[in-house]
């Protein structure tokens, strides 16, 4: 299915509007897919790690409590989602978190820096031409042996999992712009090598998780 093109002030207004409920649909919809790529990053303590589109911080701060002594980075487009990360790991008291307004697009660190990149439910709501270009840049910012663990919401594999499909067809915007995609075939494209692959569903809501590595041109 087309993504419905959201220019970046139409996501930014979308999720300034989104960000007070957001935790109460990612509790609903997302949790165990989340507790999954806790799992598949496989954190150590004392790593790099970066998360793209961090939102209200609910990755990020597993991620923190997991990763004390090295360095967490977060960004995100939209500074209310970001504000309510930011009190996350104020709350929480979590060490060695920074958080900056950023796009996925262009990220603002040097390459090969990073162990470790995490990022959930973006690709879901960008354009598919734009699935290379992005994954391009993080294997940008990766370390030749880095890890990328990606979530998103998928394409439904039985028919009650595709509720949603027509809840986005209804109004892309209920569903925060976000549609069932795969990204198999972009990781490849991207040069990335698919080490695990999991389709798990959470109210009838499915999720695709990626865990990838780049591959090494020789
Ligand atoms: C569906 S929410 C997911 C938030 C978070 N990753 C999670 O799993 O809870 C999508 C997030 O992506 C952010 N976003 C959208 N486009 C972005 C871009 N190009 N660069 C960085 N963040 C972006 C939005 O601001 C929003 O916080």
């Not at 930011?86 to 060490?95: I, V, W, Y």
């Not at 040069?191 to 569903?201: E, S």
Request: proline share 5%; glycine share 6%.
């Amino acid at each position: 299915m087309q993504a419905i093109r959201l220019k970046s002030d139409e996501i930014i207004q979308t999720y300034t509007l989104n960000a007070p409920v957001y935790d109460l649909w990612a509790a609903l919809t997302e949790r165990r897919a989340r507790q999954h790529a806790i799992h598949f990053a496989a954190i150590q303590n004392g790593e790099q790690i970066l998360e793209v589109a961090v939102g209200t911080g609910l990755t990020l701060d597993e991620i923190a409590r997991r990763n004390p002594d090295g360095q967490t980075a977060g960004i995100d487009l939209t500074p209310s989602m970001l504000k309510r990360a930011q009190a996350r790991m104020e709350r929480n008291q979590r060490q060695n978190v920074s958080l900056q307004v950023g796009n996925a697009e262009h990220l603002n660190f040097p390459d090969h820096h990073f162990d470790l990149v995490v990022n959930n439910y973006l690709f879901d709501l960008l354009p598919e031409d734009r699935f290379v270009p992005v994954l391009r840049e993080f294997k940008r910012v990766l370390k030749p042996r880095g890890r990328l663990v990606l979530t998103n919401m998928a394409l439904g594999q039985k028919r009650s999992h595709r509720f949603y499909e027509w809840v986005y067809r209804l109004n892309p915007r209920f569903m925060g712009g976000c549609r069932g995609i795969t990204l198999t075939a972009a990781l490849g494209q991207a040069g990335f090598q698919i080490d695990r692959q999991h389709y798990l569903t959470q109210m009838g809501f499915p999720s695709e998780l990626f865990l990838a590595t780049p591959i090494h041109e020789k």
